[in-house]
């Protein structure tokens, strides 16, 4: 099996907060491998500390422990611009709750990580409009994020995270705040993300998201404990799935 | 009932006790503005109708009348003539009473190194009927004892008990008290009609202190060169006709002459003063109004959540209120206090250019004055939300951010082509119009009261006043401390400013370096958002700063103070506002950006 | 195929076999296309059996072809189907086997219940991604889309119930 150099790898992260009695052990030691153009699912309940966990891998917080290498770089001890660079050109992050500026209108949001990796403001312009076209809100660009829906703003959300074409998307429950209609919306548009070879590390408590991954891994109390490959079946297995197989 | 006051009483201390540094700045910002108000109305009393005031309770003559004295060749006056011409003088028509004839010597007080020309004026330890001196401290004249003027005193630094020699006699302080039948130190008699030739040097009249003796203590003092003159207070029937009075009869004045020559005196003081006064006083609204501003904005989401818990629109009213009051009634007691502390200093210093008697540091009307300001804030700020709030749903209440912030599409536009500091720091702008506009306010204020003061500084070495380096150290004193004032007003407003925004922008500056901004270019976004409108409001300052000045000592050319000062001051003021503001963006944003934006 | 299918796509009018057929795919939308195509004709010919459905009789002479053979609903047929369209049972959840099959693994010490339920959960899943990615290739509010949901949401429900088996299991045999 040709190996191939992960995007992603950590190992032994920790991390704590607090100290003494109220010490909390938020990341275990959690190793993880994400494979260029893989999408891994993390799955576990409210309080595992999954959010946590991706939160260091997206550098918006720093681990007490552990390595974390960034296509082959240690991204784990560098400083805060450096880190700062990487958010702006490595990772995309979308969050549980969407966090667009209300002030700014769709197409605005999009383009602002570009701004801040400065890019020329038309350049930055024509790819977020671009972008906004393939997540499907093209006759959308000029609403502002009141005037749009659950689902519409967590594609936009999602639109922005890929503005600088980032090397990993991470997604904190993208569909936590959705109803199920927006939820298919926003899974469709990570399958075709994937499609595309975009590497993704989904955190959610859903299954339907979960079962969207190649790669599923459960965590507990800040460690994983789990891991399944989801291999996909024949079409000729649908007759049984939906009930109409032979007597 | 009662369920109901301990129920709002705890609300209101828990909600004060979750955002201690909220509350704290509150406080801050409340007590300086009370501090500032206290003073500037005390300010504004001091220079207001002071020489009235003098008169009123020393029963001041109208006119004033001097016999003998003279050259050095002069005789001294006889009795007889003296009794002539004050017979001649009080029995004419208009006058009601007088009193006087007092001799007066030319003299020299020695005290603790200094030696300054004297008028020695004899006194009776019975009150006089007309000019009755006030004593300001100690008691009157007696054998062996002096009087001091107040001006006098405190500029020779003396004080009650002390002894200073005169005449080459050791006399103790009795007393110090003020007149309003000569200006008092360090304008003199001779400013307005001198008995002593002898007093006037070759550049023209030295400054000359006025006391009080005995008749007999006088009589000791008379040189040779320099007779006695006597002293008669006239007081007439209509005080309008004392210029007329005076025109008619020789070797009088007018108590409007007096008048005059303090107010040519403390003209500059007064202006120095006056402006002081009001832009203290504009500067602590202008804090209190970003600070209600943003109470307003924080009690919204207060409001919310008080009404979901299932409070009704009259509790949250009342919650809102206790919360704001206890902070603002407290915050003004403080300031009244600091106020009543500071202020005397000023006055006091003010008192030896004006010898107001009896004028009261703080008066009844500037404590109710600021108490009514405080409790206004308070209430503005605790009552508008609860109003809104009434009106809205809970539901759109608790959603956090009712009301989206105020979008520029031209800043926006314009942003995106400038470097990533500018870039926040003109978006957190257009999101908050009104705050850098009050913030433009503030600094310009205060870089108007400063310039006006240099210009006053600048002014006075062209003014055509004899003023000796004690009085210029009093002024110096004086401005220095309206300058300190205003500096740590404005400071006080700016950290605020910078605070609020800071705390405001923590959600979107988690954000912003979410999406890859780095930390210093967020702080340096937040304190640009700052040093941006000041910027226009320094510059501003300046011209203004001038143009008040020239307004108010009218009939003088206008004075600009020198470039480098008005340099200097642009500088230190942007220095001042950067580093004021870069304090709370760089606290800010030592937390990483996801606890922020989870708690957020 | 469930009979009951058959006879009620046969009440509309005599029909022949591969009409039938058509029929059904046109309901299943692109579901329909894996389906068996011999299917039909092993239930029309236990229909026959049954009495429930019976052959045209072929024209004078002719040999009657076996698929141009034209079926029609016998009365018993017409009730049955009457009886099934007002019928209101629900497909039986299959899940007592599944809690029987943990209870005896582990009287018998032959497995452990909570890696049974994880494999059985790892299936589940599978399953759940490939039903999802259907539907994703359908378009929105098709027949096809539609049924798939009801697969998602059952599957859903199926691996929420595996969770709490997997929570109980686990607590019993830490328990124990």
Redesign the interface.
């Known amino acids: 099996m040709t190996s191939t150099r992960p995007v992603l790898r950590a190992s032994g992260l920790c991390k704590t907060f607090g100290s003494g009695a109220a010490l909390v052990r938020a990341v275990d030691g959690v190793d993880l491998d994400v494979a260029p153009g893989e999408t891994v699912a993390i799955m576990g309940p409210s309080g595992c500390g999954k959010s ?1 966990l991706l ?1 260091l891998l ?1 550098g ?3 681990s007490s422990a552990g390595e974390i290498d960034l296509a082959g770089e240690c991204v784990s001890g560098i400083s ?2 450096a880190l ?2 990487l ?3 490595a990772i995309g ?1 979308v ?1 549980q709750g969407f ?1 667009l ?4 209108t769709a197409i ?1 949001n999009v ?3 570009g ?4 890019r020329s ?1 038309k350049a ?2 024509a790819r977020a409009r671009e972008l906004l076209e393939q997540v499907g809100l093209a006759d959308r660009t000029g609403f ?1 994020p ?1 005037a749009l829906s659950g689902g519409q703003r967590q594609r936009v959300a999602i639109a ?1 995270a890929l503005i ?1 074409q980032p090397m990993i998307v991470l997604a904190d429950e993208p569909t936590g705040n959705l109803d199920s209609t927006a939820t ?1 919306e926003v ?2 548009l990570f ?1 075709s993300l994937h499609e595309s070879g975009q590497t993704l590390v989904i955190v959610t408590h859903e ?2 998201v ?4 190649d790669r ?1 891994v459960s965590m507990r109390d800040g460690a994983f404990v ?1 891991e ?1 490959r ?4 024949s ?5 049984k ?4 197989g ?2 | 009932m009662k369920g109901q006051v301990v129920l709002v009483w705890r609300l209101a201390v828990r909600d004060l006790r979750r955002h201690p540094v909220e509350a704290l700045m509150a406080l801050l910002v409340i007590a300086t503005a009370a501090t500032t108000l206290t003073v500037a109305l005390a300010l504004s009393g001091v220079t207001n109708q002071p020489y009235q005031q003098t008169r009123l309770a020393t029963a001041g003559p109208d006119v004033i009348a001097i016999e003998g004295g003279g050259p050095v060749s002069a005789q001294p006056v006889s009795s007889a003539q003296l009794a002539a011409a004050v017979a001649s003088l009080t029995t004419a028509p208009g006058v009601i009473a007088h009193s006087g004839p007092y001799p007066t010597a030319y003299s020299a007080v020695r005290f603790r190194g200094h030696t300054v020309d004297v008028v020695a004026e004899g006194r009776d330890q019975a009150p006089a009927p007309v000019d009755q001196p006030k004593v300001m401290q100690g008691g009157w004249i007696r054998p062996g004892a002096v009087v001091i003027e107040r001006g006098f005193a405190d500029a020779l630094g003396v004080h009650v008990g002390d002894n200073v020699r005169l005449g080459g006699l050791s006399f103790r302080v009795a007393g110090i008290a003020v007149t309003a039948a000569v200006p008092p130190y360090p304008s003199s008699l001779c400013h307005i009609a001198c008995p002593f030739p002898a007093a006037v040097g070759s550049f023209g009249v030295p400054n000359m202190g006025l006391v009080w003796l005995t008749r007999s203590a006088v009589a000791g003092l008379a040189r040779s060169g320099a007779p006695l003159a006597y002293l008669l207070n006239l007081k007439l029937a209509d005080p309008a006709q004392a210029p007329a009075f005076v025109a008619q009869h020789p070797d009088t004045f007018t108590w409007q002459s007096v008048q005059s020559a303090i107010n040519a005196l403390i003209g500059i003081e007064q202006v120095a003063l006056g402006v002081g006064g009001w832009l203290l006083g504009l500067l602590a609204l202008a804090g209190l109004g970003v600070l209600a501003s943003r109470r307003i904005t924080e009690q919204s989401k207060r409001v919310g959540l008080l009404k979901a818990v299932g409070a009704t629109p009259a509790t949250v009213a009342l919650v809102l209120l206790v919360e704001q009051l206890t902070l603002a009634v407290g915050a003004a007691a403080a300031g009244l206090l600091a106020g009543w502390l500071i202020a005397p200093l000023l006055t006091g210093t003010g008192a030896g250019l004006v010898g107001a008697p009896g004028a009261p540091s703080i008066s009844v009307l500037a404590v109710i004055t600021i108490t009514v300001i405080a409790l206004a804030v308070a209430a503005i700020s605790s009552l508008v939300p609860a109003i809104r709030a009434a009106r809205t749903s809970t539901v759109s209440a608790l959603a956090d951010a009712p009301r989206v912030p105020s979008r520029r599409p031209l800043v926006i536009a314009v942003s995106a082509r400038l470097p990533v500091p500018l870039l926040l720091a003109l978006r957190q702008l257009s999101r908050r119009p009104r705050r850098a506009l009050l913030n433009t306010i503030s600094i310009a204020l205060t870089v108007t009261g400063i310039v006006a003061i240099l210009a006053s500084h600048a002014h006075i070495p062209i003014a055509n006043l004899t003023i000796s380096n004690l009085k210029l150290d009093r002024f110096n004193e004086l401005t220095a401390i309206i300058t300190v004032m205003l500096v740590i007003l404005a400071a006080v407003n700016t950290t605020f400013i910078g605070w609020a925004t800071a705390a405001d922008g923590r959600f979107s500056s988690a954000l912003e370096r979410a999406l890859g901004a780095t930390a210093g270019q967020v702080t340096a976004g937040l304190s640009m958002a700052a040093l941006l409108p000041a910027l226009p409001g320094a510059i501003i300052g300046i011209p203004l700063g001038i143009g008040v000045y020239h307004l108010l000592a009218s009939g003088t050319p206008l004075t600009v103070p020198p470039a480098w000062q008005l340099a200097g001051v642009l500088l230190a003021t942007l220095l001042a506002v950067t580093v004021l503001t870069a304090i709370p963006s760089r606290l800010s944003a030592r937390r990483s950006p996801a606890q922020v934006l989870q708690t957020e | 195929m469930q009979q009951e299918v058959v006879l009620a796509l046969l009440a509309k009018e005599p029909s022949q076999g591969y009409q039938l057929r058509a029929r059904l795919d046109e309901a299943l939308g692109s579901l329909g296309e894996g389906l068996n195509a011999g299917h039909i004709y092993v239930t029309l010919g236990r229909l026959e059996k049954t009495g429930m459905v019976a052959l045209e009789e072929p024209p004078e002479g002719r040999i009657q072809r076996a698929d141009r053979k034209v079926y029609y609903l016998t009365p018993a047929g017409q009730e049955r189907v009457f009886q099934w369209l007002s019928e209101v049972s629900w497909p039986r959840p299959d899940l007592a086997e599944f809690h029987l099959k943990l209870v005896a693994a582990t009287q018998a010490g032959l497995a452990d219940p909570v890696s049974i339920i994880d494999t059985q959960r790892r299936e589940l899943l599978r399953r759940l991604r490939d039903a999802q990615r259907a539907a994703m290739r359908e378009l929105d509010d098709s027949n096809a889309a539609l049924l798939l949901e009801g697969v998602v949401l059952r599957l859903q429900a199926d691996l929420r119930w595996l969770e709490a088996c997997e929570r109980s299991w686990a607590r019993r045999r830490d328990g124990s």
């Open positions: 946590t939160h997206g918006l917080e720093r805060e611009r700062a660079h958010r702006r050109t992050f969050f966090y500026m209300d002030e700014l605005e383009e602002l990580p701004l801040l990796a400065r403001p930055a312009r502002l009141s922005r600088n298919v899974l469709r399958e299954q339907r979960a079962a969207t991954a599923l789990d399944t989801m291999t996909g079946g079409r000729g297995d649908l007759g799935l939906i009930g109409l032979g007597e």
